[in-house]
């Protein structure tokens, strides 16, 4: 009998076995599968931001517990990226993939029934750690499902949902709290949940039988938990303690301490969580530090533009979501086109340009200003965007195509973990040099109005404007000065905010030196 699966298959024997029973349409049947579960655990993850203010007012708790709620995801899912890999060969991708969902979904309901912080809270962390295994999971059986030379379409295709998610996430979020409330931001992944668990039994391979269960490997599970939860909380509220306090240092002091007896450990115990070894691959470790690099600059300038929309030219949090939905849509529809390209091309070709455009994106963005068209604003990050699409698919294939597929799982969950800890330092930096730079230059604003005769003018011109509403002359005074201080402060937002995308902008140019170090070898059609 022949073989119904498909010339230039190079898949493990249960990925194999179930090419046999649906022949080659299972390519699509897995692909729709891995798609819908990366989709729904992507989108909660990024549609609680325009959340939080709700919550924030629903329980009366402040910024700093509130901030959990991104972060308890993040952490969580950072972690748990590194225990697919042991999760895979432990219980095979059917039974990974099933459990994952079914905790996503557990953590969507306390969510959206959670009667008090902590358990909402609590509820982020749980729906963060089946996000994480769900993520280099779906990225290992596309890239089996494809032949190898068509890599970069799988990694495009995959790319879709992950992509997609956090597009249209924003705009969703603010839709469902404006018309009904912030608990049903919750609830909103969980058809996507159901539905993807029937399938996955269905088409997600087992185990594959007769091998060795791999021990887990706890300690360094616990020393990478220590790692990113000290640095996540320590660069979260480093601003507002002060980077000099006990707190701050003491926290720091932990992340680094923990990081450092991680890698130790990671290099002498058998069965390590991350083997360090995939490191050793030049192209992978190129890949990388592209991607970590990839992390930054996607979700910073994700925090960024929405901000600035939000905070200075006062747009509803709907139609600053809205304002990513057709850049996102676009990233997505190129995804397969620019996957299929890099199949065709150096993959690090494709890379470059990818990583031009998006510094081209965020160097017209460094021009934003209280006045700037929304739909040039559109234009710019659609340009970013299109670069993103070019990036995404051709840098997973030609990071894995450098792994044998013995360590195929632990480099999904590698690349995986680096471009989400990329994001959390992203997000987290971005923010300290907009609070640090807008005091600087409010600073300096105020410094140069002593005295100005244009000034004074301003500001009897100001009280004369408010005479008629019969404040007593202290309050006007008062009012007059309100109103230069707020304009100095608006001023050094926007010369902040310009500064954040030109930092971005600056590290994916750098980013262009590790890329040129990943030459790959033609695949023959």
């Given amino acids: 009998m022949n073989s119904r699966v498909p010339a230039g298959i190079q898949a493990s024997p249960p990925v194999l076995a179930m090419f046999e029973l649906y022949g080659p349409a299972y390519t699509w049947f897995a692909v729709a599968t891995a798609m819908l579960g990366s989709f729904a655990t992507v989108l909660t993850g990024t549609i609680i931001n325009v959340a939080i203010p709700e919550v924030m007012g629903a329980f009366g708790i402040g910024q700093d517990q509130a901030q959990w709620l991104s972060t308890g995801f993040l952490a969580a899912g950072t972690v748990t990226m590194l225990l697919a890999a042991w999760c895979n060969a432990a219980f095979g991708m059917r039974t990974t993939y099933v459990a994952s969902m079914l905790v996503f979904l557990l953590g969507s309901i306390l969510g959206g029934i959670a009667p008090n912080p902590e358990l909402l809270i609590a509820s982020r962390v ?47 979020g603010g839709l469902v709290i404006d018309n009904f409330n912030w608990r049903y931001v919750f609830y909103i992944a969980i058809p996507f949940t159901m539905v993807s668990i029937p399938l996955a039994i269905m088409f997600m391979p087992e185990r594959e039988h007769g091998t060795k269960v791999p021990k887990l490997d706890w300690l360094g599970v616990i020393l990478s938990s220590i790692f990113l939860v000290s640095l996540l909380t320590g660069l979260s509220n480093g601003e507002r303690d002060g980077w000099e306090s006990a707190n701050i240092v003491a926290l720091m002091g932990c992340a680094v301490i923990s990081l450092t007896a991680f890698i130790w450990w990671q290099n002498h115990v058998a069965e390590p969580l991350l083997n360090l070894h995939i490191f050793a691959h030049g192209r992978f470790l190129a890949a990388s530090i592209v991607t970590f690099i990839l992390g930054a600059g996607l979700y910073g300038s994700t925090y960024l533009l929405p901000l600035f929309l939000q905070t200075l030219q006062h747009i509803s949090p709907t139609n600053s979501g809205l304002l990513m939905v057709p850049a996102g849509l676009a990233m997505a529809a190129l995804f397969p086109v620019a996957g299929a390209l890099s199949d065709r091309l150096q993959p690090r070709y494709v890379i470059i340009a990818g990583l031009l455009l998006f510094a081209l994106s965020s160097w017209l963005m460094r021009l934003i200003d209280y006045d700037t068209p929304y739909g040039q604003l559109l234009f710019w990050a659609i340009i970013g965007r299109v670069g993103m699409a070019l990036i995404f698919p051709s840098l997973n294939a030609a990071s894995l195509a450098s792994l044998p597929l013995s360590l195929l799982s632990q480099g999904s969950g590698a690349i995986n973990f680096l471009r989400q800890l990329g994001g959390a330092f992203g997000v987290n930096l971005l923010s300290i040099l907009l609070a640090q730079r807008t005091a600087e230059y409010s600073a300096a604003y105020t410094a140069t109005q002593t005295s100005q005769p244009a000034t004074l003018e301003l500001l009897q011109t100001i009280q004369d404007l408010i005479f008629g509403e019969r404040l007593g002359f202290l309050m006007q005074f008062d009012a007059s000065f309100g109103f230069l201080s707020a304009t100095l402060h608006g001023r050094a937002m926007v010369m902040a905010y310009r500064e954040g995308f030109l930092a971005i902008a600056l590290i994916f140019i750098i980013a262009l030196i590790p890329t040129l170090f990943m030459h790959t070898e033609r695949t023959r059609h």
């Fill in 126 to 172: 749980i729906q963060g750690a089946a996000a994480g295994i769900l993520g280099p999971l779906s990225m290992v059986i596309n890239y089996q499902i494809f032949p190898a030379r068509h890599r970069g379409l799988a990694m495009g295709i995959f790319g879709i949902g992950v992509v997609l998610a956090p597009a249209l996430g924003p705009a969703l």
